[in-house]
């Protein structure tokens, strides 16, 4: 029997500008749903690492059990390995694999997480089973996911809401859900969770000082152009280059806007096996 592989295309790809976004993530940002339920003897797989922030964090609160980082791409995988040796975090370690078909034994782990991951994967309900199969029973399966109709911004300069459209219309080609915070609750329960052993929730990021709009606008501003967002959007005919820097010049206008402000809400869910 062949074993399942992902047959979506990551949206963002791992352009400078996608992992400046990537490295600003914390446990603390990006898991804080999650936190008040661990321990420090737990084991916890993180899917969908990427440049390892979140799962480095996670490591100093399990300081007697470990934290395995998983990632598809394998070359990221480096830079999340220097980041632990940097900090001399030892009760980690990263591997490449595959989500929908995970190398661990039934019951291997106490928390079985992944962030801003099922938005792009084309069965995130068989990754959410899988991610079930390997979390012991009793154990937490945690999922936060943005859900990009949902982001907000201010003011309301022209442009945007088309960079909003773009953005829904290539996820989608590539065969992802881009609104998968929305989502993610009645995902986890297609993938065999009890209603009453799903958790759910919501938080957001927010942009909102000069420096915080001038970071968020600018990384757009260059993905937009320069990243796999850019190639797989020129390549599929869903926008031309010249749409795309269009696209990119709309970023940098609102970014200049003395008052400008960005939400991006997540849906969160914490699930009981």
């Given at each position: 029997?062949?074993?399942?592989?992902?047959?979506?295309?990551?949206?963002?790809?791992?352009?400078?500008?996608?992992?400046?976004?990537?490295?600003?993530?914390?446990?603390?940002?990006?898991?804080?749903?999650?936190?008040?339920?661990?321990?420090?003897?737990?084991?916890?797989?993180?899917?969908?690492?990427?440049?390892?922030?979140?799962?480095?964090?996670?490591?100093?609160?399990?300081?007697?059990?470990?934290?395995?980082?998983?990632?598809?791409?394998?070359?990221?995988?480096?830079?999340?390995?220097?980041?632990?040796?940097?900090?001399?975090?030892?009760?980690?370690?990263?591997?490449?694999?595959?989500?929908?078909?995970?190398?661990?034994?039934?019951?291997?782990?106490?928390?079985?997480?992944?962030?801003?991951?099922?938005?792009?994967?084309?069965?995130?309900?068989?990754?959410?089973?899988?991610?079930?199969?390997?979390?012991?029973?009793?154990?937490?399966?945690?999922?936060?996911?943005?859900?990009?109709?949902?982001?907000?911004?201010?003011?309301?300069?022209?442009?945007?809401?088309?960079?909003?459209?773009?953005?829904?219309?290539?996820?989608?080609?590539?065969?992802?859900?881009?609104?998968?915070?929305?989502?993610?609750?009645?995902?986890?329960?297609?993938?065999?969770?009890?209603?009453?052993?799903?958790?759910?929730?919501?938080?957001?990021?927010?942009?909102?000082?000069?420096?915080?709009?001038?970071?968020?606008?600018?990384?757009?501003?260059?993905?937009?152009?320069?990243?796999?967002?850019?190639?797989?959007?020129?390549?599929?005919?869903?926008?031309?280059?010249?749409?795309?820097?269009?696209?990119?010049?709309?970023?940098?206008?609102?970014?200049?806007?003395?008052?400008?402000?960005?939400?991006?809400?997540s849906g969160e869910v914490l699930c009981i096996k």
């Open positions: 029997m062949s074993i399942k592989t992902e047959t979506a295309t990551y949206t963002h790809g791992h352009h400078a500008s996608v992992l400046r976004s990537h490295t600003w993530r914390t446990a603390r940002n990006s898991a804080g749903f999650l936190l008040p339920h661990i321990k420090p003897d737990m084991a916890i797989l993180d899917i969908g690492c990427g440049p390892g922030t979140i799962t480095v964090d996670l490591a100093g609160y399990v300081p007697e059990g470990r934290v395995t980082g998983l990632e598809r791409a394998a070359k990221v995988l480096e830079q999340a390995r220097a980041l632990a040796a940097s900090r001399a975090v030892d009760n980690i370690d990263f591997v490449e694999g595959d989500a929908n078909a995970l190398r661990y034994p039934d019951d291997s782990f106490d928390i079985v997480f992944c962030h801003q991951v099922l938005q792009h994967v084309k069965d995130p309900v068989g990754v959410l089973r899988e991610m079930r199969r390997v979390a012991k029973p009793g154990g937490i399966v945690a999922a936060r996911e943005s859900d990009y109709g949902a982001f907000t911004w201010y003011p309301d300069v022209e442009g945007m809401k088309a960079w909003q459209a773009l953005y829904g219309k290539l996820a989608a080609h590539n065969g992802g859900e881009p609104d998968a915070g929305r989502m993610v609750h009645a995902w986890a329960r297609r993938a065999g969770f009890a209603a009453e052993a799903i958790t759910s929730s919501v938080s957001s990021w927010c942009y909102s000082t000069r420096e915080e709009v001038a970071w968020w606008s600018g990384l757009w501003a260059e993905r937009t152009v320069a990243s796999s967002f850019a190639d797989t959007a020129v390549a599929s005919g869903i926008a031309t280059a010249d749409q795309l820097a269009e696209v990119a010049e709309t970023w940098r206008r609102w970014g200049g806007e003395d008052d400008a402000w960005f939400s991006v809400p």
